[in-house]
Every structure is written in C-alpha cells, then in structure tokens.
C-alpha cells in the first residue's frame, strides 16, 4: 500500500515550548489529510481534517489556536501543539488519503511526552 | 452521527483455528467501511475495505470481511489465525460522499494463543 512517513516518532519537550509533527505522502498526493489523536487503550479520535491549500476543519473540543494544522502541499501536513502541557503528552497519528474512494493510510505515529 | 461498535473488547483464539472480530456501523447513507491493525507504539495498518461490489472482500495477510446490510456489520475473519495476528484491531466507518471523517470503532484487542 501506499506510504505515509510520520516525524518524529517520539519527543520529550518541556512545557510551554511547541512542537512541530511532519506528515508526508511518499508515494501519492493526499488531498486530504487527517490528525488523530490516541489515548491509551482507547480509540482514535479525529482532531482536524485538512485539505490542500484550505484551512483545516477542526472537531468540536479541539483548540485550533493550539494544535495549529498546515497543509501547504499535496505531499506534506504539518501539526504544531504550541505551549504544550503535560496534559498534550499523547499519541499522535495522522492518515492521508487521495480523494473520496480512497482509504486512508497512517503514519506510524508520534508519542510526545511534554515534562 | 455515524458510529461502529467493536462490541469485544478482547478476542482470543488458539493458532490455526478461525477467528472473527465483529463490527457493526450505523450511518446516514450508503457506507464505506474498513478495517485496520494496530502494533504496540505504531500507527495502523490498512487491512481492507468496503466501497461497493461484493459483499465478502479479501485483504492483506489474508483476512476477509463480509459486509451485510441488512444487519449494518462487517466482521472480520480469518480462517486459519496465526500468532503473529495478534494486535489491535480498528473497524472504521465513513459515509460515502465527499471528503467525509472517518469513525474508528474503539477497537478489539485479538490474542491468538500458540
């Protein structure tokens, strides 16, 4: 299947810094893109959806302002947590697809730990 | 809303014997559906999918899924389990249509015993 390079895979940052998480499509052009975030033993949950060129369309509870969401190329998507706090401290993956009749696939995450 | 429920929170299964993980959606319009596994501290994997055509679709590392409409499931299946399936599995749900969000289920821990 298609490849999605998720970076980094893990990082420490101290509370109040901010932290940037790449996503890129190596392989196909994603349209769209998706940033979820994981809780422990629990399921996925959308945080923000983003197309190409656009600005991102964020779930209900997510602070935009917060998790700051770019999509400036059909092969990269950007999620900056700014200010982080150790409440932040999560699993993040993003997915992206080529368009409507395409699954989606996911990179293989980032495990961020604010101290 | 759309939603999927993974009504097991843990499966087991002893090595070479069938195995099935079910899920049941629910969605306004006609469903696209899919499964994807999961390995401690990695993101998932895309395992298969339902857009339109036969019912009973084959994925990768040979696991299939039928999708039954009248009883809204799509439950995953394996004939023959290995222990290396053993994972985390998500049965996700959009409606089809446009740059639809897709729904994870909260998803079914399978242990396959040796």
């Known amino acids: 299947g298609a490849v999605v390079s998720q970076h980094p895979s893990r990082v420490i940052c101290k509370s109040g810094t901010s932290v940037k998480i790449e996503c890129r499509s190596l392989?196909?052009?994603?349209?769209?893109m998706f940033w979820y975030r994981q809780f422990p033993k629990q399921s996925l949950m959308l945080m923000a959806t983003?197309?190409?060129?656009?600005?991102?369309?964020?779930e209900q509870g997510v602070e935009k302002d917060k998790f700051l969401i770019n999509h400036a190329s059909l092969t990269l998507s950007t999620l900056t947590v700014t200010s982080a706090h150790p409440e932040d401290s999560s699993f993040y993956i993003c997915?992206?697809?080529?368009?409507?009749?395409?699954?989606?696939?996911f990179g293989q995450g980032t495990r961020l730990t604010v101290v | 809303a759309q939603s999927v429920a993974q009504p097991e929170d843990q499966v087991n299964v002893a090595e070479g014997n069938p195995l099935t993980v079910k899920c049941t959606y629910s969605?306004?319009?006609?469903?696209?559906l899919f499964w994807y596994v999961q390995y401690p501290n990695r993101g998932l994997q895309f395992l298969l999918k339902?857009?339109?055509?036969?019912?009973l679709v084959k994925g990768s590392y040979g696991f299939e899924a039928e999708f039954n409409k009248s009883q809204t499931s799509f439950h995953l299946k394996k004939p023959s389990a290995l222990v290396s399936d053993s994972a985390l599995y998500f049965c996700?749900?959009?409606?089809?249509?446009?740059?639809?969000?897709?729904?994870f289920g909260i998803g079914t821990k399978l242990q396959v015993i040796p």
């Open positions: 997915s992206a697809s080529e368009g409507q009749y395409y699954e989606a696939f």
């Open positions: 392989d196909f052009q994603a349209t769209t």
């Open positions: 983003s197309n190409e060129g656009s600005k991102a369309t964020y």
């Open positions: 969605v306004s319009g006609n469903p696209y």
């Open positions: 339902y857009i339109t055509g036969d019912n």
């Open positions: 996700a749900v959009r409606e089809a249509g446009g740059y639809q969000k897709v729904t």
